[in-house]
């Protein structure tokens, strides 16, 4: 019997897609996927530091394994991903998990299954994080769980340093994937049947600009664009600072390209922009909005905010209300700032309390969600294409997404997952849409 592996994912997308590479970094050395956590022979989490609480629930989850750690002694516990590499992390980490195998870091998942072979060779814990970003490695054999829907890697690493973030310190300096590369992935995608691409970067729009790909974003864009057959292309993050007008008459020329652009905003405080070093402003951030919308109309947009950044007043908290409403975001993710160790505004003056970052989420919540259901009641009674990606045994329904990203729930006879399909919304309810399939 083949030994079985369980993997446990925290943060972002980028991470998500890690997890499938590290699912076939497993699978390729013979191990089986389980479910169940206590059948595993090797765990691994793959973790994440954007925020405090997201290392506390890897905490949690890590520290709950001391005891079956301690009937299955064969068992074997690797972390790896962001926390990993942070300054100092691993030795907190060994201090408080002694029972951990093996760590690994975001710059070297591809040395997980020589670090598996000398683990299992030797009694001592492995350990091996590099510092400095390397070479890009191809992956080839990712073990994607998430069909129709695949996600595709074309820039590594930040160079932005945010002042409040600490992906670059964890994530190195950007690379860029050769468009050689990128382009035969998404090919082999789609001949595999996969119905949504998503091009993943901290900052897509830095796409090439080191030099070293021969083209921009836009123009891997529209290369991507290109490709031939039935699919969505998105793309994720794109920074406010570097989003323009070339991008955008990419998206117009192409209609598989989905008309929602994801544009983290943070603040609609240009002294908060400024203190975050942002590089952008209030004004200019309306402005490409404008731009996005006179090309494409029916262009929706997401975004990412914080509130309560050191130094954030009243009114400067009103502002991001204010902005928000004027873009009339299709949704957004909201933040508590959480100050990250090594970063510019951990040791900022006029850090907020707790109290009053409490009562700001608690509005912004209350208004980012009031304009989601607003826009959720629109659709009833109309139809929409969505992409079905999943069956609910509870709800006996099958479920997927429009362009914009809305969830939706219809009924079908046949298995219907990986299929585009146009649904009549009959009712809304809060970001959810009900519908039934359209009889042409
Ligand atoms: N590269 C993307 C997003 C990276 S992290 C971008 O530049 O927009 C995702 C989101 O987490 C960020 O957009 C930000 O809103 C939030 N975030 C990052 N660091 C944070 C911190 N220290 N406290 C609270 N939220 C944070
Ligand atoms: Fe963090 Fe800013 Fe880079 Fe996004 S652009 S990952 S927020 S430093
Ligand atoms: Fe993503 Fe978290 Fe790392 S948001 S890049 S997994 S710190």
């Not at 908290?317 to 959480?338: C, G, I, N, P, R």
């Not at 990203?405 to 399909?421: A, D, K, Q, S, T």
């Amino acid at each position: 019997m083949s030994e079985k592996y369980h993997i446990v994912t925290y943060g972002c997308q980028m991470n998500v897609h890690e997890s499938e590479k590290i699912a076939g970094i497993l699978c390729r050395m013979g191990y089986e996927n389980t479910n169940e956590i206590s059948e595993a022979d090797i765990i691994v989490f793959n973790t994440c530091c954007i925020r405090e609480n997201a290392e506390n629930h890897a905490f949690g989850n890590i520290g709950a394994l001391k005891k079956l750690k301690k009937q299955k002694p064969n068992l074997l516990i690797a972390v790896g991903g962001c926390m990993t590499q942070e300054k100092g992390k691993t030795d907190v980490l060994k201090k408080k998990f002694p029972f951990i195998d093996i760590m690994f870091g975001t710059l070297n998942l591809e040395d997980l299954e020589t670090l598996i072979t000398r683990k299992k060779a030797q009694k001592k814990k492995v350990i091996e994080i590099r510092e400095k970003e390397g070479e890009i490695v191809e992956f080839s054999d990712a073990y994607r769980t998430s069909y129709p829907n695949a996600w595709v890697n074309i820039v590594y690493g930040c160079n932005n340093f945010c002042t409040y973030c600490i992906v670059p310190y964890v994530r190195g300096r950007e690379r860029s994937r050769k468009p050689e590369y990128i382009l035969a992935e998404v090919k082999q995608l789609v001949a595999q049947g996969y119905k949504e691409i998503t091009l993943l970067g901290q900052n897509v729009n830095s796409y090439g600009l080191d030099g070293t790909t021969g083209m921009n974003f836009a123009q891997l864009l529209d290369a991507v664009a290109s490709i031939e057959g039935d699919f969505r292309l998105r793309f994720m993050t794109s920074h406010p600072k570097d989003f323009n007008e070339e991008v955008v008459k990419v998206m117009q020329k192409h209609r598989k390209i989905c008309r929602l652009v994801h544009l983290p905003v943070q603040s609609g405080s240009n002294s908060i922009l400024s203190a975050m070093n942002r590089r952008y402003t209030r004004e200019k951030y309306l402005d490409e909005i404008k731009m996005l919308r006179s090309y494409l109309p029916e262009a929706e947009v997401t975004t990412d905010i914080i509130v309560g950044f050191p130094k954030e007043t009243e009114e400067d908290y009103l502002q991001t209300e204010a902005l928000v409403k004027e873009v009339d975001f299709a949704s957004a993710f909201t933040f508590v700032y959480s100050p990250r160790e090594g970063t510019k505004a951990a040791t900022m003056d006029g850090q907020i309390p707790e109290e009053v970052q409490k009562d700001r989420i608690m509005r912004l919540v209350e208004l980012v969600n009031s304009l989601t259901r607003k826009k959720s009641e629109k659709y009833v009674g109309k139809e929409v294409e969505i992409l079905c990606e999943d069956y609910d045994e509870k709800k006996g329904l099958y479920l997927g997404r429009d362009e914009f990203g809305r969830m939706g729930y219809f009924p079908c006879e046949h298995n219907c997952i990986g299929e585009f399909v146009r649904v009549k919304i009959a009712r809304a309810n809060g970001i959810s849409l009900f519908g039934e399939i359209c009889k042409d």
